[in-house]
């Protein structure tokens, strides 16, 4: 049993509290840690661990310090650790006994407000969730931002949205933890934390966000059911709870639906590497990495949220088209309005700091520099014509904030607030005399060291500081012969001895003195400052928004200046024109010229089903129609001639196949679930692309799911529909049902070699060429030349049983007509068709296997060793 001293005490008191945090316990200039947090935080970040005390005191130690602290955070709250910082709340000059410590924060994945964990593309969005018999509650924040958002989602809706999300941390109450679908949650890796069931009770909740946004009643954002305020209300507690702030810059919540914005399913975001690969997992070659030409950190979270939030709106995508247009053909605007913008930092963070309390010298440095070029922006808005850019122009110039910043601060000053070299000279009379003071000091500091010298004899004399023993003469053992009877000694070292004298101590009591009181006087004038600034919060918020917008519309004009997009027409006739469409994020990333292709989609002709062989570019039409359906919704141009665009609900594809073993569902299964998601909330406003459906089963299986599922979209959910498929049968809908038309992809056969000409042509086909792309693949001559028999003997055979059908059931027709029935003698025997067609269909069987084998003993005999494996083959028949 360890005996605790009182400082441990104090520690262990907090721990005890908080057993779910590692502890970071203020201790002078380290941070330090014990016991069992200590142990996890010297094996998760690869530091020593040694001890404490000794005997019935010693206790495991590890510690950092406390100048370095946020890059161990950043390890430890990205491997899902909560992390408790204790911080000394009084001078320990002052403190009589032990110095006082609070726990000051408790820092999340969900809750971090340090800008070196996070990332600046990404928001870090924390989600709070609430839960009624029928929807979930869902409310999420970002508290490096400020955005606050709230919805009410269904069960299929709620995990889409957890998908674009992509939460840090998700808060659920207590009794919900084992739900199955927090297990669910768990298992796809997000980071669940459980809260107090009390603080999502609606009345509980509700008061939250009365006493936060200082208001009697919350009609005002929109919040009207119950569910949304339970969810927005206990996740504002949690974080008030951990952050021991009051979030002031969390000033406003947006209450959203789903149907807001174009809805993408998780499986449509995937399929379409809108921003992740597939296969690598990262954001290269993807839509996004296309077109992310954005120049600030605000912009580029922007830009990631347009990617997978389509607008449905058709004036605002006209606006934001109409904003392109006007920078693509005006070269010399959106370079001015660039060059500002390069100077601009991530004012949406920084001014979150701000609020927050946490913000540093430097911090506020990029911030001045950052508003300075506000006022520029805004007269480049106001000469704009777009009506997008107009309405932004009424943004403040905050040139008041700026000179409050500019003035106050150095250019380069010290990142720790409590060092001093912060505050600029001129700002404060009381600190520019204590600095001529400091100055004098040192300057009479270094006359001292000389005259000591010259006084001696000792030629390397030094006067030296350090933080134990203040100011010293040092003397190395070889001069102290010549130390005079004035110089008291003070430490002793192994090649030198340290001495004081009374006047150096003087002067060192004037140095420190000053020093301190500068540290002190800076400290409380930046603390100020602080206070100064948060009423520019709100203000520098509508800023930061109106650059991101700005970032992102730039970012479009530019790709689409540098890549001859096209603006597109958007239309409110249900048509989809595309003229030599282009798939955008190839035609970027490939070696070879991108081949153009045209689409055509209305409600007469609203499903094309596509044929053709393996890497023709099936996959790549599909892809590239729905993407320029989507850029078009984000308000960009598109990579094609020219294109008519009407606005659709929800893009839904189904394409490649996957397991999904966690949830134990083979590859079928996936593709069936989410085909059936299409079908069950497919409109006729929405686009879908299938990709081969039905291949994870049987072919007869397959082609019968396969026709059901293109006929129903056809027919009654009556959406566009591109339907790549091998199964050549689907061609016959075209004759059964208006509104399907047959195309292939084009290609040119010769000697037994192909070569796709990647032109999608109308009419269908019934060739796939499978055994040709294997070639191409480099199979084997043996296997390609067994394949093409094999191929050979089934054609013949599907063929046979045509026509034995067809010839059976023409004689049957011929006999029954025959038949007197009015003879009442005559008796009609049943005669088994189908045991007549298997006995011939048996004896064709034979003859063909016996002529295949013949000739493939004829080629095995060519060589001796070919010869070695016949007696394989012999078996095989």
Not at 70 to 94: F, M, S
Not at 285 to 302: E, F, N, Y
Not at 839 to 859: C, P, S
């Amino acid at each position: 049993m360890v005996k605790l001293t009182p400082g441990m005490q104090q520690y262990m008191n907090i721990k005890n509290a908080h057993p779910d945090c590692v502890i970071f316990f203020r201790m002078g200039d380290f941070y330090e840690t014990f016991f069992e947090d200590a142990k996890t935080v010297s094996r998760e970040l690869e530091i020593t661990l040694t001890s404490r005390g000794k005997g019935e005191t010693e206790a495991p130690l590890a510690g950092i310090p406390y100048h370095a602290l946020d890059p161990y955070l950043a390890k430890l709250v990205r491997k899902g650790y909560k992390v408790g910082i204790v911080e000394q709340v009084e001078d320990p000059k002052l403190a009589k006994g032990l110095v006082k410590r609070e726990l000051v924060r408790i820092i999340t994945p969900g809750t971090i407000v340090e800008n070196m964990i996070l990332e600046k593309g990404s928001n870090n969005y924390i989600v709070g969730l609430s839960f009624s018999q029928e929807k979930i509650g869902l409310s999420y924040c970002d508290i490096s931002t400020g955005e606050f958002a709230s919805c009410k989602v269904s069960d299929s809706e709620f995990w889409n949205e957890i998908s674009r999300l992509s939460p840090s941390e998700i808060v659920v109450p207590m009794s919900r933890i084992k739900s199955p679908r927090i297990e669910q949650l768990k298992e796809n890796g997000y980071i669940i934390s459980e809260y107090e069931d009390r603080f999502f009770y609606s009345t509980k909740a509700k008061q939250t966000l009365y006493e936060h946004f200082n208001v009697l009643n919350l009609e005002g954002f929109g919040i009207t059911d119950e569910i949304i305020a339970e969810a927005a209300g206990g996740l504002i507690s949690y974080i008030k709870e951990k952050q021991m702030n009051p979030l002031t810059h969390l000033n406003k919540i947006k209450v959203y639906q789903i149907n807001d914005f174009m809805f993408l399913d998780s499986a449509t975001v995937r399929n379409l590497e809108l921003t992740k690969n597939i296969f690598s997992r990262t954001d290269n070659a993807t839509l996004l990495s296309v077109l992310d030409k954005t120049i600030t950190p605000m912009g580029k979270r922007l830009l990631k949220r347009w990617v997978v939030s389509p607008l449905i709106d058709k004036k605002e995508i006209e606006e934001r088209l109409e904003g392109v247009d006007e920078l693509k053909s005006n070269l010399i605007l959106r370079y001015e309005f660039k060059e500002y913008l390069q100077n601009v930092y991530d004012i949406e963070r920084l001014i979150g700091r701000v609020s927050f309390g946490n913000a540093n010298p430097k911090d506020l440095v990029s911030l001045g520099t950052s508003l300075k070029n506000i006022p520029k922006i805004k007269k480049l808005l106001e000469k704009s014509t777009s009506k997008i850019f107009k309405e932004y122009s009424n943004i403040p110039d905050l040139t008041k904030a700026t000179e409050t910043i500019l003035n106050a601060i150095k250019d380069e000053p010290n990142t720790l607030v409590r060092e001093g070299n912060i505050i600029k000279q001129g700002y404060n009379s009381e600190l520019d005399e204590l600095r001529i003071i400091s100055r004098s000091a040192r300057t009479y500091l270094a006359e001292l060291e000389n005259e000591a010298r010259e006084r001696t004899g000792i030629k390397n004399l030094k006067i030296k500081y350090n933080r134990i023993i203040g100011y010293f003469i040092e003397v190395t053992k070889s001069n102290l012969h010549l130390v005079p009877d004035d110089f008291i000694r003070k430490q002793s070292q192994v090649n030198s001895e340290r001495f004081v004298t009374e006047e150096l101590k003087e002067l060192e009591v004037k140095i420190l003195g000053a020093q301190e009181k500068i540290y002190e006087i800076e400290y409380n004038l930046f603390m100020e400052l602080l206070e100064k600034l948060k009423k520019y919060v709100i203000e520098i918020q509508d800023v930061s928004r109106c650059i991101s917008v700005l970032d992102c519309i730039i970012s479009f004009a530019t790709v689409s200046q540098e890549r001859n997009y096209c603006k597109p027409n958007i239309n409110s006739e249900s048509k989809i024109e595309l003229k030599e469409s282009r798939h955008p994020v190839i035609e970027v990333f490939s070696d070879v010229d991108f081949i153009s292709n045209n689409c055509i989609l209305d409600t007469e002709s609203r499903t094309m089903i596509i044929t053709g062989p393996n890497m023709a570019g099936k996959s790549t039409y599909l892809r590239q129609i729905a993407l320029s359906c989507l850029m078009a919704q984000m308000g960009c141009f598109v990579p094609a001639l020219s294109a008519n665009l009407c606005v659709l609900d929800r893009v839904f594809s189904r394409i490649g196949a996957h397991d999904d073993l966690v949830n134990h569902q083979s590859t079928f299964m996936v593709e069936m679930n989410e085909t059936a998601n299409i079908l069950n909330n497919a409109t006729s406003k929405s686009l879908v692309i299938l990709d081969e459906i039905g291949r994870g089963t049987s072919t007869f299986d397959g082609v019968s799911l396969a026709w059901a599922i293109a006929e129903y979209l056809n027919n009654e959910t009556k959406c566009k529909t591109l339907f790549a498929t091998h199964y050549h049968h689907l061609n016959k809908l075209s004759e059964k049902f208006k509104g399907i038309n047959n195309y292939n992809i084009a290609v040119d056969e010769q000697d037994d070699r192909i070569l796709f000409l990647r032109k999608i042509v109308k009419g269908g086909t019934d060739k796939s060429y499978g055994i040709q792309v294997a070639k191409l693949a480099g199979l084997p001559d043996k296997v390609i030349t067994c394949a093409k028999n094999v191929m050979s003997l089934i054609e013949l055979e599907d063929n046979l049983g045509d026509k034995i059908s067809e010839h059976q059931n023409k004689k049957n027709e011929i006999q029954l007509s025959k038949i007197d029935h009015s003879q009442s003698n005559i008796k009609i025997q049943p005669v088994d068709i189908n045991k007549i067609k298997e006995k011939m269909m048996k004896d064709l069987q034979e003859k063909i296997l016996a002529e295949l084998k013949e000739k493939i003993d004829k080629e095995f005999n060519q060589s001796k060793e070919e010869n070695k494996e016949k007696k394989n083959w012999n078996k095989l028949f």
